[in-house]
């Protein structure tokens, strides 16, 4: 006989340490701990993280202790169905480890305020590389028009901090992809290789660091 897997053991209670996705309920009142049926649940197709990274640790975890964060959701109507705005990796890691349910909470959002919660939750993340955190402070600025300080209050980092990230932008595709197969990926390093005058001497500090 085959044993029903939820998302939440009973022994235990979902996370309340400081998160963006918590801050967002804690202003609209919206209930947490909403059980929504895998099935029922998707992906986001424009979801701005394409790399979700190596799934093993967290599906293992998920197996042993759940889910213990809840997915910040949209329910789409039209389909009957729920999209995911915050959570991608603890949903297919939920898929992976069998789980036949997942704790949620449903936000009334449009496509705009959707794209943005997912951007802002990404760039919150430590585990983004500083050229993808690049890449996600671009996307919401052009996508809502912001200025590095708008962005720097909405992701709690200073404006300078937002410019330096922006600036690694400027590094040309072969140089980037030499950093990450060299294993050049602290940001400090990286904004000194974005400051050399041409890619031939940013190609030469990149061979220094590695």
Same mark, same amino acid.
């Given at each position: 006989?085959?044993?029903?897997?939820?998302?939440?053991?009973?022994?235990?209670? $979902?996370?309340?340490?400081?998160?963006?996705?918590? #801050?967002?309920?804690?202003?609209?009142?919206?209930? *947490?701990?909403?059980?929504?049926?895998?099935?029922?649940?998707?992906?986001?197709?424009?979801?701005?993280?394409?790399?979700?990274? #190596?799934?093993?640790?967290?599906? &293992?975890?998920?197996?042993?202790?759940?889910?213990?964060?809840?997915?910040?959701?949209?329910? $789409?109507?039209?389909?009957?169905?729920?999209?995911? *705005?915050?959570?991608?990796?603890?949903?297919?890691?939920?898929?992976?480890?069998?789980?036949?349910?997942?704790?949620?909470?449903?936000?009334? =959002?449009?496509?705009?305020?959707?794209?943005?919660?997912?951007? =802002?939750?990404?760039?919150?993340?430590?585990?983004?590389?500083?050229?993808?955190?690049? #890449?996600? =402070?671009?996307?919401?600025?052009? @996508?809502?028009?912001?200025?590095?300080?708008?962005?720097?209050?909405?992701?709690?980092?200073?404006?300078?901090?937002?410019?330096?990230?922006?600036?690694? @932008?400027? *590094?040309?595709?072969?140089?980037?992809?030499?950093?990450?197969?060299?294993?050049?990926?602290?940001?400090?390093?990286?904004?000194?290789?974005?400051?050399?005058?041409?890619?031939?001497?940013?190609? &030469?500090?990149?061979?220094?660091?590695?």
């Amino acid at each position: 006989m085959s044993v029903r897997r939820a998302g939440l053991p009973v022994t235990l209670k $979902m996370r309340h340490n400081s998160h963006y996705v918590e #801050d967002i309920i804690s202003r609209t009142g919206a209930a *947490i701990g909403r059980m929504i049926r895998i099935e029922q649940i998707h992906p986001n197709a424009d979801q701005p993280r394409k790399n979700l990274g #190596d799934l093993q640790s967290l599906t &293992d975890s998920v197996r042993d202790k759940g889910v213990l964060e809840p997915l910040l959701v949209r329910y $789409m109507a039209e389909a009957d169905n729920f999209m995911i *705005i915050s959570g991608e990796r603890r949903y297919h890691a939920s898929v992976a480890a069998g789980l036949r349910e997942l704790p949620c909470i449903e936000k009334d =959002v449009d496509d705009g305020e959707t794209m943005e919660i997912a951007l =802002v939750e990404n760039l919150q993340r430590k585990d983004l590389t500083p050229f993808e955190e690049a #890449d996600g =402070v671009q996307a919401l600025a052009d @996508r809502f028009a912001l200025t590095h300080e708008d962005i720097a209050h909405r992701i709690a980092k200073s404006r300078s901090s937002i410019t330096e990230t922006l600036s690694l @932008r400027t *590094i040309p595709d072969e140089v980037k992809a030499h950093c990450i197969e060299a294993g050049v990926l602290s940001k400090s390093q990286l904004l000194q290789v974005a400051r050399q005058p041409n890619e031939t001497k940013m190609r &030469d500090l990149v061979r220094r660091f590695a």
